[in-house]
């Protein structure tokens, strides 16, 4: 099956994620999705050709870019007119060999089988017809979009109503001007593009004390609530990220683990000089009122992140041990950061020490054991971890003295792995 003929939508209009990919009827009024796909791109972002009507004469442009719909890409082909032309029609074939390109016995374009098209536009100077570039993955992989040259053809039909009376005294059929399809008779014309992936980096340069909008200083105001949502995680945190004091809609709200199982924190209640550590730093010197390491092996952090993005809540045991639990992982991120277990490891929901030593079973052997500092960084997208330290503040009963406090649970808030862009 050639691609033309697998991507072909004829006569109506497919709804995909809220927006219209354009078949070959009257105008939708559909408006292009918005965002940018960050994992293919057309080479150098956007690849764009004249457009010519009547072979000559300068219309416009029509260009190709990459956009998505949530994860999903599409190539959107959009047709720009100037000097007073108008859109009334288009049609675009997008492939990876002209074989495949819809045309008579002698090599002219049917247009008319073109598989991306709009009619009765009534003069519009844009507009964008979407490819279904997962289309093409369904026989090529999507890895095999990297690196490929894409061809299209671009007709359109335009005219010029110079009189503002609505009437088009003037029609030409336009092409995106490249290469001719043949070389006699039919002037019709085809370019070409190249298709690029992008790997976004990690990019954890910056991610000590700012946090996604923290103030300067990596202090905020914090409450947690046990357990997470869904229990995902040991509890859910909300952070006061706009620094007005109180908690509202304007803040955040991430998954949170504890680090120190003999230290308390209770659920609701405000922390109000949280400080934001990134759990890729030094965190040697973290130490609590009294000199005490707050973190017995702060080095396995990076384990940690690893564990964070294997997607193991919910998850079920390869072992038969059942579905691994919040609680599973809790245990074993208390068991990668503390020097000691011993003492109640109550509030943990259903928990099995059998599947807690299967999580760590499966950290890669590559990655090093306890106290040695290794290189994992996360993915992107990925999960990465900040560790947080939150103090009690006290009035002092003496007003002329500072507040008293002490630092109490030491926590790990989840956010979302900060990535280089691929621009």
């Not at 809540?313 to 074993?332: C, H, I, K, M």
Request: hydrophobic share 40%; charged share 15%.
């Amino acid at each position: 099956m050639s691609h033309s003929q697998g991507l072909c939508v004829l006569g109506a209009a497919l709804a995909l994620g809220g927006w219209l990919l354009a078949g070959c009827g009257d105008h939708e009024g559909s408006a292009p999705p918005t965002g940018s796909f960050s994992q293919v791109r057309v080479t150098p972002g956007q690849t764009c050709t004249s457009l010519l009507a009547g072979q000559t004469i300068p219309a416009g442009e029509v260009c190709v870019e990459v956009i998505d719909e949530g994860d999903q890409p599409f190539l959107a082909i959009t047709y720009t007119t100037t000097d007073g032309w108008l859109l009334l029609e288009t049609h675009a074939w997008v492939g990876l060999d002209l074989a495949d390109l819809p045309a008579t016995g002698s090599g002219n374009p049917r247009v008319g089988h073109f598989p991306y098209c709009a009619s009765g536009l009534g003069g519009l100077t844009r507009h964008t017809l979407f490819v279904d570039l997962s289309l093409f993955g369904s026989e090529h992989g999507s890895p095999d979009l990297c690196e490929l040259t894409f061809l299209a053809a671009t007709h359109a039909v335009v005219g010029r109503d110079d009189n503002c009376d609505g009437r088009f005294e003037r029609t030409e059929t336009a092409w995106g001007a490249g290469p001719r399809l043949v070389e006699r008779g039919n002037w019709a014309t085809w370019f070409s593009f190249v298709m690029e992936c992008c790997e976004p980096a990690f990019d954890g340069s910056e991610y000590s004390l700012q946090v996604d909008g923290l103030n300067a200083s990596g202090q905020a105001r914090i409450q947690a609530s046990a357990p997470g949502e869904d229990l995902q995680s040991y509890f859910t945190a909300r952070l006061d990220l706009d620094g007005d004091g109180s908690l509202d809609g304007d803040d955040l709200e991430v998954p949170a683990w504890c680090l120190d199982h003999i230290r308390n924190f209770t659920a609701g209640t405000d922390w109000h000089a949280a400080i934001f550590y990134s759990s890729l730093i030094d965190l040697s010197g973290l130490e609590d009122l009294q000199h005490n390491p707050l973190l017995d092996r702060w080095q396995n952090l990076d384990l940690v992140n690893w564990i964070l993005n294997q997607g193991f809540v919910g998850r079920e045991s390869s072992l038969g041990n059942g579905p691994f639990t919040y609680g599973d992982l809790q245990v074993a991120i208390w068991t990668l950061v503390e020097s000691d277990l011993t003492g109640s490891l109550g509030g943990l929901g259903a928990w099995s020490q059998a599947r807690v030593d299967e999580i760590l079973s499966e950290v890669p052997d590559s990655l090093g054991v306890d106290l040695a500092r290794v290189d994992y960084l996360p993915p992107c997208p990925g999960l990465m971890s900040v560790v947080v330290t939150p103090r009690v503040i006290i009035p002092n009963p003496d007003p002329d003295k500072p507040s008293l406090g002490g630092y109490v649970q030491p926590l790990l808030l989840v956010l979302p792995s900060p990535c280089s862009s691929c621009e």
